[in-house]
């Protein structure tokens, strides 16, 4: 899971992939479809690395006397914030709000301090929310293992089937979006690429192969068995 914030407006990119059904808080969930592209939960912290930071200069001296510029009202309303690893830096907004801060009087350390607080809810925030939606991804995959059609016993027949048919015929843009989705997941997305795999098993083709006429299977008989090839 990759957590990125923007002061003002706070961005969170999801991926859906992980592995099992683990009941960790920031355990991602599996992908059905793509389990090789399922990688460890990172262990993000969604920003609680910065829950004290609002407290780091409580208790110190007074230290005016060395004039810090951070203790400054910047005479030209030009604050310089300070973001931790992995945060981007919203340069429109801070100067956008720079005039304000400055009319409050405030000294580029308290607008630091107000920017750590800010990305520290943001960060609870977007973590909240990560761990739902992966939830709700999980929750698609436990409830297509359940499906009286696709699940239970014929699960591992399913999800092969299902496979087969992203190989055959998906493409690697097609990979890329269920995986960020989670849509991969999803029982009627499985249920669909399933029917699609086991139209085109290559052991059993409906016409030609070992035994048959020789001829080749129509690509129309393929997506609709029940109609019989022309000529």
Do not use: C
């Not at 997941?185 to 249920?191: A, K, S």
């Not at 029917?195 to 035994?211: F, R």
Request: hydrophobic share 30%; aromatic share 4%; no cysteine.
């Amino acid at each position: 899971m990759t957590l990125m914030l923007k002061i003002g407006r706070p961005q969170i990119a999801m991926s859906a992939e992980g592995a099992g059904s683990g009941g960790g808080e920031s355990a991602a969930p599996e992908t059905i479809l793509f389990p090789e592209d399922a990688p460890s939960p990172d262990g993000d912290t969604g920003g609680d690395d910065h829950a004290e930071t609002e407290d780091r200069d409580a208790g110190k001296p007074d230290d005016s006397a060395h004039d810090d510029p951070d203790d400054r009202v910047p005479d030209d309303g030009r604050y310089q914030l300070t973001m931790p690893e992995g945060i981007e830096v919203d340069q429109e907004l801070i100067d956008a709000l720079g005039p304000d801060f400055h009319s409050l009087g405030l000294t580029n350390r308290q607008a630091q301090q107000l920017a750590d607080r800010f990305i520290e809810i943001q960060g609870r925030r977007g973590k909240a929310a990560s761990e739902a939606w992966a939830g709700r991804v999980q929750g698609w995959a436990d409830e297509a293992r359940k499906d009286r059609e696709i699940g239970g016993a014929k699960w591992t027949g399913t999800v092969g089937s299902a496979q087969r048919a992203l190989s055959r015929l998906g493409t690697p843009a097609l990979r890329e979006y269920l995986n960020s989705s989670g849509g991969g997941n999803h029982p009627e997305m499985i249920r669909i690429f399933a029917k699609v795999g086991s139209m085109i098993q290559e052991d059993n083709p409906p016409n030609g192969g070992a035994g048959g006429n020789g001829r080749k299977a129509e690509t129309a008989h393929l997506m609709f068995p029940k109609d019989a090839p022309k000529g």
